[in-house]
Nanobody, 119 residues
Framework: QVQLVESRGGLVQAGGSLELSCAAS????????MGWYRQAPGKQRDLVAT???????NYADDIKGRFTISRDNTKNTMFLQMNSLKPDDTAVYYC?????????????WGQGTQVTVSS
């Protein structure tokens, strides 16, 4: 059974920093593309950042230069370092694992963790 467990988010002041982690189990972590998504109240779930099995990263435009995604394949864990946080970053943050092969796509989600940035 695949499990993705995000660390607790929290409340942080604007301009502050927070690091999220996602611990994965039940899958071969190193071969999955991992990602962070977020969903603000009343809005759709949007991409924050992804990191491939090879370490290539991709970021949403509104967080470039402020957030850094990374992974530790020895610990089956992914991270999101968030700096210079803004109130607009307030959302539920979700961990995602995806792998597409010729036989299909496997896509898994964590339960989400709330991040609130106060002004």
């Amino acid at each position: 059974q695949v499990q993705l467990v995000e660390s607790r988010g929290g409340l942080v002041q604007a301009g502050g920093s927070l690091e999220l982690s996602c611990a994965a189990s039940g899958l071969i972590f190193s071969i999955y593309t991992m990602g962070w998504y977020r969903q603000a109240p009343g809005k759709q779930r949007d991409l924050v950042a992804t990191i491939t099995s090879g370490g290539d990263t991709n970021y949403a435009d509104d967080i470039k230069g402020r957030f850094t995604i990374s992974r530790d394949n020895t610990k089956n864990t992914m991270f999101l370092q968030m700096n210079s946080l803004k109130p607009d970053d307030t959302a539920v943050y979700y961990c995602n694992a995806v792998r597409t092969t010729p036989s299909g796509t496997r896509n898994y989600w964590g339960q989400g963790t709330q991040v609130t940035v106060s002004s």
